[in-house]
């Protein structure tokens, strides 16, 4: 590290000079000296401006936005030390690390550290002229006496120029980041009365912002607000329920894009587990993240992703705040997140750089219930119950609805989004740049078609939810459960070191004392670490958990058969003359499903599921028949044909049709029933696309077919082993 000089300030007199400090040119001088941006962004040369002349100032940018550009330029214009407060460790850590790179005085304290870098930091605070202009600290060291007395005394010494809460949303329970900790940061007003507060975070809702200014006391800040599109990101949405195999489809399109950065978010940890496995074994750079894994596991996947020594992260939303890598060029949401400003951050932190980047969110209705269900659960009434925990899920369930609308609703995705935060936009603001613009009629094909499977589903009671647990409940089992279908909270204890928060949350929740006012994120939050806390203490138990959580209950196969029984009945329909034994094929086809992927998990075998589902609504009868010609002859079943078909099954492969396309137009005459048009796509190469044969679903009378499954089914089962050892090693 090269240490760098402060660039050479213009020496008039005081007022001059204070003026000068804020002036647009001698701001812009030191963005390209230590920075190399040739020009500010936005508005950050306000925010900057606003700080330096004592002003306190509340800045909304949105992800990626350069937030910390407006305390990072502070801290060069002016002498003295600039105090970051960050929810983080890793958050710290990285700006830290790129500030010294760049040869600025920058550094954090945290438990983190050891005894001798601390006393270093603490004498070069107490030295006459301190050499540090950024210091980053966790929320819970301002609350401990001694620091802030450290923090009083600089201030005498008229050294602490300014302060800067960085993801401030963290302090509102409101927001969707809640950290109790953040509570504490009030106390900064009343011993540092004179010192600006800057408050910076990409959340949007205003009963946030009201909550951050009053709790921090700001007073009369400048509040600044840009605009939350982000014109390099193009949005698209993905429907499960349509798709052939939703896994095959996301390995295809991360291998189409070839070697990028990517992140994949997923609910629950196992699905993380499992389908990291799986992008491995199909060739893809990869590693799960996830609150599960231990410290030293998770940071070691960070640096690895960091480091591009792998390519994509599949994480749950414990892969949060603060991930600070330009060039991720495609975030996969493969469930549902729980609110509009949950996928707003997360597949914000696509395309930093302002490049091309894209968001892919692949929406299943039955995750949809999932979700719908736990949130309903986490807000419901329980022996400390309260209008407000009633009102807090409600709360919940409306944030949900948004995103659901996302998916489900017509029209421009983008436009969904700002509109979602406040800002009124026209659909030609998006360019044709989410899928839904580009592909329109495409678009409103598989709607259609999810209206059906949604229509089905509800018809059939089909609800794969199978949670009893409410929230009180601090019995392991049942928050496990809860824990496994829910969200998590952005980071863990681990990440937050110092942080008072993990006691505070489970003290909180083994007195059963749910405060009316938690919002369902905080609930999540202790749960979270309340499991953490169990499985610390009880690792047999997480083992046999392991196991439950994957189980496939008889209820769900039964709700399978149902599945598969009326789409056997339409199949009836549609093929005028087919008679089918409806009960016996579909218990055959379920089986099918249940022997293949009945061991892989839940997700598997509802991927299966579903596939059959949508190979049925295209079959021909001499499909149908040879699919259930190996029923017993002994079973009571009967597949006659009358119809004629005019091509043998072997003429007549079925075809699951390519990777939507964001760069082709739209071409919704070649539509064929799924989500997916069969245009030449420009991005996904065809031979990664999803009509190869190995995406299809199992028809055991084509030989090639069932040699290609055989293959797959081959390369699934060393993927389960090879998952199975990961986890087995983790849990030793
Ligand atoms: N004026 C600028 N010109 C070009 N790049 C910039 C400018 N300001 C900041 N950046 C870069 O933009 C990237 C994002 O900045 P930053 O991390 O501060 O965003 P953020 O708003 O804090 O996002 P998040 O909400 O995700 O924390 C960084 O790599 C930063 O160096
Ligand atoms: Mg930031």
Redesign the pocket.
């Known amino acids: 590290m090269q240490k760098k000089s402060t660039l050479p300030l213009s020496d008039a007199n005081a007022n001059r000079k204070k003026k000068e400090l804020r002036s647009k040119e001698t701001l812009v001088k030191l963005?390209r000296w230590h920075?190399g941006?040739?020009?500010?962004?936005g508005m950050?040369l306000d925010a900057i401006q606003s700080v330096l002349s004592g002003k306190d100032c509340f800045c909304l940018?949105?992800?990626?936005?350069?937030?910390?550009?407006c305390y990072q330029i502070p801290a060069l214009a002016k002498t003295g030390i600039v105090l970051v407060v960050s929810p983080l460790i890793a958050l710290m850590e990285n700006q830290v690390m790129a500030l010294k790179e760049k040869g600025i005085a920058a550094d954090f304290l945290s438990s983190t550290k050891t005894a001798d870098a601390k006393v270093k930091i603490h004498e070069d605070l107490d030295s006459g002229k301190p050499s540090t202009r950024l210091l980053y600290v966790t929320p819970e060291l301002i609350a401990t006496p001694g620091f802030m007395s450290k923090l009083t005394k600089i201030y005498t010494r008229g050294l602490l120029t300014l302060i800067a809460i960085?993801?401030a949303h963290c302090i509102s329970s409101w927001g969707h980041d809640f950290r109790p900790s953040y509570r504490k940061l009030s106390s900064l007003r009343s011993h540092l009365p004179d010192v600006p507060i800057l408050a910076?975070t990409?959340t949007a809702a205003p009963k946030v912002q009201r909550d951050v200014v009053e709790s921090l006391r700001m007073q009369n800040p400048l509040v600044l607000k840009s605009s939350f599109n982000r014109p390099n990101i193009y949005y698209e949405v993905r429907y499960k329920d349509l798709l052939d195999d939703a896994f095959a489809d996301l390995s295809n399109t991360l291998k189409s894009l070839g070697d990028v950065c990517a992140i994949v978010y997923c609910l629950e940890r196992s699905m993380c587990d499992d389908l990291s496995s799986n992008l491995s074994q199909s060739g893809i750079s990869c590693a799960a993240y996830h609150a599960g894994l231990n410290n030293k596991m998770r940071t070691s996947v960070l640096d690895d992703w960091i480091s591009s020594k792998i390519k994509v992260v599949v994480a749950t939303v414990a892969f949060g705040?603060?991930?600070?890598r330009?060039d991720v060029r495609i975030v996969c949401h493969f469930n549902i997140p729980k609110s509009m400003e949950a996928f707003y951050?997360e597949s914000?932190?696509a395309g930093?750089?302002q490049l091309p980047s894209r968001s892919l969110l692949y929406y299943g209705v039955d995750d949809c219930k999932r979700m719908k269900f736990i949130l309903s659960k986490s807000g419901s009434k329980n022996s400390q119950s309260s209008s407000s925990q009633e009102e807090s899920s409600k709360i919940s369930l409306t944030a949900f609805n948004q995103m659901v609308e996302y998916c489900e609703g017509s029209g421009c995705r983008r436009k969904r989004i700002l509109e979602s935060f406040g800002e009124q936009v026209t659909a030609s603001l998006c360019g044709k740049t989410c899928d839904a613009c580009r592909h329109a009629n495409l678009v409103a094909r598989c709607l259609e078609d999810l209206k059906t499977v949604s229509a089905l589903c509800h018809k059939n009671g089909s609800s794969r939810v199978f949670i009893t647990s409410s929230t009180s409940a601090i019995d392991g089992e049942q928050l496990s459960e809860f824990w496994n279908r829910g969200g998590e909270a952005s980071g863990s204890e681990e990440d937050i070191s110092d942080s008072e928060d993990g006691n505070e949350v489970i003290n909180n929740l083994t007195r059963s004392k749910l405060q009316s006012r938690l919002g369902v994120n905080e609930k999540l939050a202790m749960l979270q670490r309340a499991e953490e806390n169990f499985y610390k203490n009880n690792n047999s138990y997480k083992q046999s958990n392991k196991v439950d959580k994957n189980a496939i209950s008889d209820p769900m196969r039964g709700a399978s058969r149902q599945r598969l029984q009326n789409a056997l009945k339409q199949v009836q329909q549609r093929l005028d003359n087919f008679k089918i034994e409806v009960d016996t094929s579909a218990s055959f086809l379920e089986d099918e499903c249940y022997k293949k992927y009945g061991k892989a998990g839940k997700s598997f075998y509802y991927s299966q599921v579903a596939s059959t589902v949508r190979w049925l609504k295209s079959a021909s009868s001499s499909e149908l028949m040879n699919r259930l010609r190996s029923i017993n002859a002994s079973a009571s079943m009967s597949v006659v044909s009358e119809a004629k078909q005019s091509l043998s099954p072997a003429e007549q492969p079925f075809k699951s049709p390519p990777a939507l396309d964001p760069c082709a137009e739209d071409t919704s005459n070649e539509y064929s029933g799924n989500a997916r048009s069969e245009t030449s796509p420009c991005i996904v190469p065809m031979e990664s696309c999803s009509f190869n044969n190995t995406n299809l679903p199992q028809i055991p009378s084509f030989s090639e077919f069932v040699n290609s499954r055989k293959t797959k089914g081959d390369q699934l089962n060393d993927t389960k082993k090879h998952s199975r050892v990961e986890k087995k090693m983790r849990m030793q």
């Open positions: 963005l920075f941006y040739p020009d500010f962004r950050q940018m949105p992800t990626g936005g350069g937030k910390s550009m960085d993801e910076l990409a705040m603060g991930i600070d330009k951050q914000g932190r930093r750089d």
